[in-house]
């Protein structure tokens, strides 16, 4: 079924085709949505208003609480995801609630006591927002934030305002379709690893494709209103960007995590992760996470490091040992030709190959599969089967989701 009878969404389709252009200066000419204010305040006059937001949620050098706040809204609650509202909290560590020190408000963290904003939560407010930095892989959690938000919306009725921002790595899709039974925290719905939506995008994919709660896809059927203004109500609008597409490499102003330190890590990190599902490190506790892995019995003559404990890694695999193995690390450039458009599975299957115990490489939680969405790949690995021969596996999910990802586009395609 069209989208247009599933949801109320209004999408700002105001950027001209003629302004996508693929761009040489890192993004520097794209809007947010949050920078767009001139098109979402006058909707927010004289609402109480509920923020979910983090240390990304940045309207140029001021964040999004301030300058609602600044501009008259009133916020009276922020809702925080993984890291916390700050940025600050370690990967996989609950974050209490709390009030932000600056404003005063109350700040409710959404990877704590619950993951979705209660009734309660939201009895005292008229228009919820969202608007956090995603990375577009998977396995990062902030996706998962989202549908639990959007979920809450639509069961209370509450209207969503996600203003959209660009994805980093948005500019090509690949990695197998996640399985049900391997559904997550990390990883809730049947889509690839490197998905090449923006966060605006994938809110319309989980609302059109009913992925939702049964309670939220039933709240979902309406009808579209196309031209929105201040005074029609909306259900769910995404605010676009501007001067954005799908071959913009964007620079992110503020990085998105405490383990995602530079671009760099940005672009490996679907390739890298992997690693967590192994004995490896894959970086935490150094300077450049997701950049480097390595492992104490691997060959001494491989490039080396020393992981320890520091703030948003405090606990981690083979700290204060040393570990040899790779940097895949350089200028921007390099990384991303060294990626070239795809998850670099050559750098993990010559890592088992070099590992002296094999039996042992895979975690005995089977994290893998988690990261993976399935228990094949593992397998296939374990097999001795080529990168080609494992990419073949995950060619007919990648290819029917393709179809269904063009259907929520907001932005002109890569190339």
């Not at 969404?9 to 947010?32: E, R």
């Not at 949050?34 to 940045?58: H, I, W």
Request: net charge positive; charged share 25%.
């Amino acid at each position: 079924m069209k989208l247009c009878l599933l949801l109320i969404v209004l999408i700002l389709l105001l950027t001209p085709g003629s302004l996508f252009a693929q761009k040489t200066d890192w993004g520097k000419d794209v809007i947010t949505g949050a920078e767009r204010m001139d098109v979402y305040l006058p909707m927010l006059k004289g609402k109480k208003v509920a923020v979910f937001a983090n240390q990304t949620s940045m309207v140029q050098r001021t964040h999004l609480v301030d300058t609602l706040l600044a501009s008259g809204i009133k916020v009276v609650k922020i809702f925080g995801p993984e890291h916390g509202f700050r940025g600050t909290a370690d990967f996989g560590v609950k974050v209490g609630d709390e009030k932000d020190e600056k404003t005063g408000i109350p700040v409710i963290s959404l990877y704590g006591k619950h993951r979705k904003p209660t009734v309660d939560d939201l009895k005292d407010v008229d228009v919820l927002i969202f608007d956090i930095q995603d990375v577009g892989v998977r396995f990062y959690t902030y996706i998962s934030s989202l549908e639990y938000y959007l979920e809450a919306a639509l069961e209370n009725h509450k209207p969503l305002l996600i203003l959209d921002r660009p994805n980093p790595n948005g500019f090509y899709v690949d990695g197998p379709i996640l399985q049900p039974k391997f559904k997550s925290f990390i990883g809730m719905q049947p889509v690839p690893i490197v998905y090449g939506l923006t966060i605006g995008e994938y809110a319309l994919l989980l609302a059109g494709e009913n992925m939702l709660s049964d309670a939220a896809n039933k709240a979902n059927a309406y009808n579209v209103t196309t031209k929105p203004t201040a005074d029609t109500p909306f259900h769910v609008q995404v605010i676009k960007c501007k001067y954005y597409d799908h071959n913009t490499k964007y620079q992110l102003p503020v990085m998105p995590s405490p383990n995602l330190k530079r671009m760099q890590a940005i672009y490996l990190y679907p390739t890298t992760c992997f690693f967590e599902g192994t004995v490896f490190s894959e970086g935490r506790g150094t300077a450049t996470p997701f950049e480097v892995y390595g492992h104490p019995a691997m060959p001494s003559n491989l490039y080396s490091f020393i992981p320890k404990p520091m703030d948003g890694a405090k606990e981690s695999k083979n700290y204060f040992k040393t570990c040899y193995g790779y940097n895949l690390g350089g200028s921007k450039e390099e990384v991303l030709q060294r990626i070239n458009g795809r998850i670099q599975l050559r750098y993990f299957l010559e890592a088992y190959k070099q590992f002296p115990g094999k039996d042992s490489f895979f975690l005995k939680t089977n994290f893998i599969s988690k990261l993976t969405g399935n228990d094949e790949f593992s397998k296939q690995v374990k097999q001795g089967l080529s990168e080609e021969q494992i990419r073949k596996s995950w060619e007919p999910g990648l290819s029917e989701y393709k179809k269904v990802r063009k259907k929520y586009l907001l932005y002109d395609d890569f190339k």
